[in-house]
């Protein structure tokens, strides 16, 4: 779950933010140097269920291997918020809501609404993910006729706690 803290500043939220669009744009367009470059070398991507991937080399190889069992998918980000860690300006963590329309290459189509809660550092004055852990609220048909993930109960067996 995403640390919050002070908001960052509006520069650096902005370069987050086309970070956050040049890797939906990466999964669109299925180019992967472009996907590729938006990761740190030591990154973690957690897909969730104990799908754990570290290091920059083992998370796009694994991204290319999961794109070749897709045959179109578009991914919109929607909202997000970015804070800065304290006392360090090159490091922040946020979250962003992401949907995704998908079709496989076994023509099956489905529909993933989900939230990444992520951490980055600056590095050589660009910001890159060190970590992405994608958080499914739903994953199933396009009709929403499958199980949602973020009501109170399941939210609580996946430790996140909700109030409401």
Known sequence: MTTQSEPININ???SIQRLINRYADAVIHR????????WADDAVWDLGGGRLVEGKDAIVKLWYAAMGGISSVVQNVHNGEVWQVSGDSAAATGRWTISE?????DGATGILLAHYD??????????????RFLQPHYHGP?????????NKEKLAERGIPADV
């Open 12 to 14: 650096d939220y902005v």
């Open 118 to 131: 992520d951490a980055y550092r600056k590095v050589d004055g660009q910001w890159l993910f060190t970590r």
């Open 101 to 105: 329309r998908f079709k496989r290459a």
């Open 31 to 38: 180019t992967g140097a472009q996907w590729a470059s938006c």
């Open 142 to 150: 396009a009709d929403l006729s499958g199980e949602f993930l973020n």
